[in-house]
């Protein structure tokens, strides 16, 4: 598999600066994000956490281009995202953002590869005769090869995420953006989600996720705690390409 996408020497592969987001009300301007100054190098893997409402999927719906902000800036693998406008952003996200999410969205009428190849057959990212090869090949990253050619409706909820994850790295995209990707699933499948998250960041991807799980130093290299729209903490748990504790 080809490594990521490099940005420039020395630039963290997210940059926010000065972050906000406000969404009008009949009673007023409600808050989401106060303004917020981010920076997520390559090989992190960042657990976003706090209590709902505090702003976390708002962040990353901002990171991946799925909402606009208000205020400040976004630069996510050497783009800025928040001058990218209609087809020029949904050309970019398909390009350079992985998203993962709680409920896995895969299509029930497609086979798992299929699923797999679907962000290759949108984007052109390879040729033709070569989709289903690389599908294969990152169903056997995320373990799942011989799930290939059944539905959906066949696998377990962790199966599901793994091919979700496939799907999600399908264009090589140099970040993975997740949403509760553990929020369905049992604590057991949930650990062998995260550690497949922390080897992909030892790899040198950079991972992002929002989740309501707590105890996350086994596998994350840091921490960010949202409150009210703001970082209330902001902690380092394992070195960056420490690898995974046992």
Not at 26 to 55: M, N
Not at 229 to 240: A, E, M, N, P, Y
Request: proline residues 6%; contains cysteine.
């Amino acid at each position: 598999m080809s490594p990521p996408m490099e940005n420039s020497a020395g630039e963290p592969v997210i940059l926010a600066r000065g972050l906000g987001k406000t969404y009008p009300l009949p009673s007023g301007e409600v808050t989401a994000l106060g303004g917020i100054d981010l920076q997520v190098a390559s090989g992190e893997f960042v657990a976003v956490v706090g209590r709902s409402g505090s702003g976390k999927t708002t962040l990353l719906n901002l990171l991946a281009g799925i909402d606009r902000p208000t205020a400040g800036e976004i630069v996510l693998a050497g783009t800025p995202v928040h001058t990218l406008k209609g087809s020029q952003l949904a050309a970019w996200r398909g390009r350079c953002i992985g998203l993962v999410f709680q409920f896995f969205q895969l299509l029930p009428t497609l086979t798992v590869a299929e699923n797999v190849m679907l962000p290759m057959d949108l984007c052109d990212t390879f040729p033709a005769r070569h989709r289903r090869a690389r599908a294969l090949e990152l169903l056997t990253e995320v373990g799942i090869r011989e799930q290939a050619d059944k539905l959906p409706s066949a696998l377990s909820g962790g199966q599901q995420q793994r091919a979700a994850i496939a799907r999600a790295l399908a264009n090589e995209p140099p970040v993975l953006l997740a949403d509760e990707p553990t929020g369905n699933l049992d604590s057991a499948t949930s650990d062998s989600v995260l550690d497949l998250f922390a080897h992909m960041a030892a790899d040198g991807r950079t991972v992002l996720m929002v989740t309501h799980e707590r105890d996350l130093s086994r596998h994350a290299t840091r921490q960010i705690t949202l409150a009210d729209g703001l970082i209330s903490k902001d902690t380092t748990t394992r070195s960056v390409r420490q690898g995974v504790a046992s």
